[in-house]
């Protein structure tokens, strides 16, 4: 569902998918060739969210921000992997969260890192660029190698190949 919150609709480009099953509410702006999977939500209603060109919102996870302090801003080529938490923080570019991962208010996730599986990233932390993060919470583990960095991109392409098959369906009314 995408709908209005006093006011303001989401933009989402025609090059997108947004899976019927989500919800996309309020103060929310989808780059060119976004994806938004089934159930998850992004929920705009407080705060701005952001979502760079070629990222992908898995399915169920969540995406707020927090009231007057902490949009939620999205790079471009970044994976959200299914049931992450991504609250009024920042993910540059090419970052992978992983799946039940959760970052909470005011942290900054650097280019081309990857939030394991069930990381949890506390408030105001500053993640490096190139950085493995895993653990409870969440400390940089080593540098990301180049084929980690091969595997980030390669997550955000494949999400881009299902967006376009999708959009296929659905303009042939399969979906």
Not at 20 to 33: C, K, R, T, Y
Not at 109 to 116: E, H, M
Not at 134 to 150: F, N, Q
Request: hydrophobic content about 45%.
């Amino acid at each position: 569902m995408i709908r209005s919150y006093r006011g303001v609709k989401p933009i989402i480009p025609e090059n997108c998918y947004v899976d019927v099953s989500a919800q996309v509410l309020g103060d929310v702006i989808l780059g060119e060739q976004a994806s938004v999977w089934m159930n998850a939500v992004i929920r705009g209603d407080v705060n701005a969210i952001r979502i760079g060109a070629g990222s992908n919102v898995q399915d169920c996870a969540v995406l707020h921000g927090m009231k007057d302090l902490y949009p939620v801003l999205i790079g471009e080529h970044c994976t959200i992997g299914h049931n992450a938490t991504v609250h009024g923080c920042v993910l540059e570019d090419e970052v992978l969260v992983g799946i039940g991962a959760v970052i909470l208010n005011d942290a900054r996730i650097g280019t081309g890192s990857i939030i394991a599986a069930g990381a949890v990233i506390p408030e105001h932390t500053v993640i490096p660029p190139r950085s493995l993060v895993a653990g409870v919470p969440g400390k940089v583990r080593r540098e990301i190698t180049d084929e980690d960095h091969r595997l980030i991109l390669m997550y955000a392409n494949n999400y881009l190949g299902y967006t376009k098959n999708y959009l296929e369906e659905l303009a042939s009314g399969v979906l």
